[in-house]
């Protein structure tokens, strides 16, 4: 095999508890098959000799009770000496992985019982048909190989990974939908994405594909893709048919449209809602749904034109539509208002929609966060945004009781570890266990990954546990400061480059000069904040209340500005940039520090990421430090060396 099986490894020292030697219950459904082979797997990979004794109960067991349904609650319960699983087939999927997970990390009786916070629990893969990745930063797709979907046994290894902490949705083909990808849709690929679909769907786990909104002019050469034409209409009602008709464990489409040069209803002076509900008109026959992303905005913007915020986009286009969506869409709304930084406001938008379905996007490739060179755990911020109040209505008042489904833009590629950095796992694991539930607490997260990854040796798991928990705060530091966004390189978002999208079309502008830096954002500037509730826009327009990590996203301020510590803006800056650095790299020894305690391959692989994120950290300390003194003149007050 030529890759790993990060946590489902079970390669564990843990002792297996007397019950697990008898397996008693025969699942009926593919599913709950597949949860019992899990079941006797797992055991045995622990160094279990597991017997399957059909239905008979003679002794301490595991007993599985399959319920029929796709019901997702399942139950683990002491049951005398042994335990017993009941749910559906897929709730036993869950259910097994959820002992095995903890028999592993030594627990005796991991009694539980649970349902998942949301029906869809998804991951956005930005593979192109050609087999590379948008975005991609671990190897090349496994969904996808010379134009066309390709089955292999990875995929199912991956159906597995998934299931195994919570997931149940993935969309296989970028946002972006090119050349080949655009016949998915067109029943080309039928036997692909059929074989595809059913391996995901024993372990639970629906099929999703982006299409492209002008599809009936790309396939079909009509001469528009106006959601109100009848013959448009009846277009996607006919691919409709054909495609979920022969592909079952179709569960929708996803859909960028009027987004970075992307077709949508826009084009033919629609809305938004136009367009989303003529394509939910046509799969709602099969219980479709349809994902429909928030992300449009101007993307031709001048930088001279200071009347137009990025920011501003996303309410400015959807917030008066409200109500207007069909119940089987879904709005697809980024985290933060812009894209994916690593510091920015939850979406006001979230608060928005009371009458519409509504999801968040984060993002787990690290696009703008390391690129999975760097060790980035992202859940920590991932909770800080489900838990934000967006003080709109106070019976769900939470980002995380405002949704209806979660995603994330998928990390993975073919990459021996899957993920391009081993500790960029964590990511993956940690969001598919937020998913299942909102209040998981990354560092239990953090530890159990850990565990399960690299085994019970208590130095490893608390080193691994403790640079996981530091990385975001530390990659925060010495990379962009104060919520500003943007200073990475233009292209490959790698890398600093203070004013590598300042005089560029993407909105993304700091507009520095030697005075001052920032875009004001509050009423007397773009007005953004005034798309929060009151509370919250009065708290973020004022420089005094507004978070300070959070102050160069909502003001312009000088270099001299006192923060609330008394240091300057631009000392603080300096310090973090300087401490973020040196934080880098206590990380990396104490990574040094576990060499004779981790299989030496997985230790080699994380040394040299880590290798390359402190290159990367000096590069962004330096740059971003000269480039500030060179443009401000004033001295680093501790007179530290910073590069001309
Ligand atoms: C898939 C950013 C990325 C693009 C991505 C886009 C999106 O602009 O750089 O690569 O396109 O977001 O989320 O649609």
Redesign the pocket.
């Known amino acids: 095999m030529d890759y790993s099986l990060l946590w489902l490894d079970w390669k564990t020292n843990a002792l297996l508890p007397e019950y697990t030697g008898r397996i008693v219950g025969l699942p009926a459904t593919r599913q709950g098959k597949a949860a019992l082979r899990e079941l006797m797997n797992g055991l045995k990979a622990m160094g279990g000799e597991p017997e399957q004794c059909g239905n008979r109960e003679t002794g301490p067991a595991i007993r599985l009770t399959e319920y029929l349904g796709n019901d997702e609650k399942v139950t683990l319960r002491r049951r005398g000496e042994g335990m017993e699983l009941i749910g559906s087939g897929r709730a036993l999927l869950y259910g097994v992985f959820h002992l095995l997970r903890h028999l592993a990390m030594g627990e005796t009786y991991p009694e539980w019982e649970s349902s998942p916070a949301y029906p869809i629990r998804m991951l956005d893969h ?1 593979d192109n048909a050609d087999g590379s990745i ?2 991609g930063y671990a190897g090349r797709s496994f969904f996808f190989r010379g134009g066309r979907p390709v089955y292999s046994e990875r995929i199912r290894d991956y159906a597995r990974l998934l299931t195994s902490c919570g997931l149940n949705g993935c969309c296989i083909n ?3 939908v090119h050349e080949n990808a655009l016949k998915l849709l067109s029943g080309s690929y039928k036997k692909e994405l059929k074989r595809i679909a059913a391996c995901l769907g024993e372990y639970g786990v629906s099929l999703w594909i982006s299409v492209s909104f002008s599809s009936p002019m790309e396939l079909s050469g009509l001469d528009t893709a106006d959601p109100l034409d009848p013959g448009v209409q009846q277009w996607w009602k006919d691919t409709c048919l054909q495609l979920f008709t022969s592909i079952p464990n179709l569960a929708g489409f996803l859909v ?1 449209a009027d ?2 040069g ?1 077709p949508g209803p826009h084009s033919y002076g629609r809305t938004q809602a136009e367009g989303a509900n003529m394509l939910a008109d046509a799969v709602r026959p099969f219980g479709g749904k349809i994902l429909w ?1 928030c ?1 449009v905005y101007n ?1 031709t913007q001048d930088w001279r034109d200071t009347k137009t915020d990025r920011a501003r986009a996303q309410c400015d286009h959807f917030a008066p539509l409200d109500g207007q969506f069909r119940d089987n869409v879904i709005l697809q709304i ?1 985290n933060g208002p812009v ?2 930084q690593i510091r920015e406001p939850v979406s006001p938008l979230l608060g928005h929609l009371e009458h519409t379905n509504s999801m968040v ?1 984060f ?1 787990i490739a690290q ?1 703008y966060t390391g690129q999975q060179r760097h060790v980035c755990y992202l859940l920590p911020m991932f909770r800080e945004v489900l838990d934000f109040r967006l003080e709109h209505r106070p019976e769900r008042d939470k980002v995380s009781e405002n949704i209806c489904a979660v995603c994330a ?1 998928c990390n993975t590629g073919d990459d021996y570890n899957w993920t391009g950095h081993d500790l960029a796992a964590a990511n993956l694991f940690g969001f598919g266990l937020l998913s299942w539930d909102p209040q998981a607490d990354p560092a239990e997260v953090a530890r159990q990954w850990s565990i399960l990854s690299f085994g019970s040796d208590p130095a490893v798991t608390k080193t691994v546990t403790d640079i996981l928990l530091r990385s975001r705060d530390v990659y925060e530091k010495y990379s962009v400061p104060l919520g500003i966004g943007w200073m990475c390189v233009p292209e490959d ?1 790698y890398g600093p480059s203070p004013e590598g999208f300042e005089y560029d079309r ?1 909105g993304t502008y700091h507009k520095a000069t030697h005075r001052e830096i920032g875009v004001e954002r509050g009423p007397d500037g773009t007005g953004f904040t005034e798309q929060y509730t009151p509370r919250l826009a009065a708290m973020y327009a004022s420089v005094e209340s507004c978070p300070e990590e959070l102050l160069l996203f909502f003001h312009r301020l000088p270099y001299d500005y006192r923060m609330k510590d008394g240091r300057t803006l631009l000392q603080r800056i300096y310090d973090d940039h300087f401490e973020g650095f040196e934080e880098a790299q206590a990380m990396s020894d104490a990574w040094d520090g576990l060499r004779d305690k981790l299989e030496p391959d997985v230790f080699a692989r994380v040394q040299e990421r880590f290798r390359m994120q402190l290159h990367s950290a000096e590069q962004w300390r330096d740059v971003i430090n000269s480039w500030l003194y060179r443009l401000t003149l004033i001295p680093d007050e501790k007179g530290r060396k910073i590069y001309l």
């Open positions: 930005w948008e975005r970028n946002v972006n960028k987004s970075e992307r992303r992300f993307c980024k894209d994916f996007e993002q696009e833009v978002h993407w």
